[in-house]
T-cell receptor
Framework: SQQGEEDPQALSIQEGENATMNCSYK?????LQWYRQNSGRGLVHLIL?????REKHSGRLRVTLDTSKKSSSLLITASRAADTASYFC???????????FGKGTKLTVNP | EAGVVQSPRYKIIEKKQPVAFWCNPI?????LYWYLQNLGQGPELLIR????????DSQLPKDRFSAERLKGVDSTLKIQPAELGDSAVYLC???????????FGPGTRLLVL
C-alpha cells in the first residue's frame, strides 16, 4: 500500500520558475523524506524533515511539514532543465523502519 | 564511495522462466532493501534485511519470489516462474544502522513476454 499521495501528478514549468509539489500521508510519522528519480535511474535522496520540524532548506530546495494536516510540500526555486524528474515523498509508516512511498510528481522543466 | 550496484540493468524473459537479480550494497551498510516499482508508481517494499536476517518480508509473494543475503553483504532476488505481471523495475537500496536515508541502485528493468 502507498502511504503518501503527491499532488499534482504532473507539472510542467519554464526554466527559472518555481515548482511546488505537495504530499499527503495517512498515519503518524517520525520523519518524511523527499527523493528524486531521473528517467531510468534509481532514486536519490534530497531531504529529510523530522516530525518536530516545520521547515527545512537545502540549496534551492525548501520543504515544509504540517503534521496536523498530515501534509508536506517541496519547493524548488529557480528551476533548471536538469530538475526534470519524478519526485517522491516517503514516510516511515507509523514511525516504523519501513519507508512507504507515494506515487510521485513528474516534473518537466522546459528550457 | 561506490554506490549500490545492481545487475543486470535489463532483462527480457518469457513467462514461466526463472530470473534472478543481484545487488551489492554500499560497503558497511547493514540494511538492504528490495523494492518493486511499477510504471507510474512509487517503489513498494518487497523485503528488508538487517545483515543476513530478513526482518520484513511481509510483501514478498513467497509462492514465486525468494531472496537471500548470504554473509550479510550482497543479495539475490529470484522469481520462479515469472509471470507477465512481474514486468517492472526492481530496485535495491541500502542504509547504515540508525540512518533513515536509503541509497538506491539504478534498478533492473524486467520485461516478461
Amino acid at each position: 500500500s502507498q502511504q503518501g499521495e503527491e499532488d499534482p501528478q504532473a507539472l510542467s514549468i519554464q526554466e527559472g520558475e518555481n515548482a511546488t509539489m505537495n504530499c499527503s500521508y495517512k498515519t503518524s510519522i517520525n520523519n518524511l523524506q523527499w527523493y528524486r528519480q531521473n528517467s531510468g535511474r534509481g532514486l536519490v535522496h534530497l531531504i529529510l524533515i523530522r516530525s518536530n520540524e516545520r521547515e527545512k532548506h537545502s540549496g534551492r530546495l525548501r520543504v515544509t511539514l504540517d503534521t496536523s494536516k498530515k501534509s508536506s510540500s517541496l519547493l524548488i526555486t529557480a528551476s533548471r532543465a536538469a530538475d526534470t524528474a519524478s519526485y517522491f515523498c516517503a514516510t516511515d509508516e507509523g514511525g516504523s523502519e519501513k519507508l512507504v512511498f507515494g506515487k510521485g510528481t513528474k516534473l518537466t522543466v522546459n528550457p | 564511495e561506490a554506490g549500490v550496484v545492481q545487475s543486470p540493468r535489463y532483462k527480457i524473459i518469457e513467462k514461466k522462466q526463472p530470473v534472478a537479480f543481484w545487488c551489492n550494497p554500499i560497503s558497511g551498510h547493514n540494511t538492504l532493501y528490495w523494492y518493486l516499482q511499477n510504471l507510474g508508481q512509487g517503489p513498494e517494499l518487497l523485503i528488508r534485511y538487517e545483515n543476513e536476517e530478513a526482518v520484513d518480508d511481509s510483501q514478498l509473494p513467497k509462492d514465486r519470489f525468494s531472496a537471500e543475503r548470504l554473509k550479510g553483504v550482497d543479495s539475490t532476488l529470484k522469481i520462479q516462474p515469472a509471470e507477465l505481471g512481474d514486468s517492472a523495475v526492481y530496485l535495491c537500496a541500502s542504509s547504515s544502522r540508525r540512518q533513515e536515508t536509503q541509497y538506491f541502485g539504478p534498478g533492473t528493468r524486467l520485461l516478461v513476454l
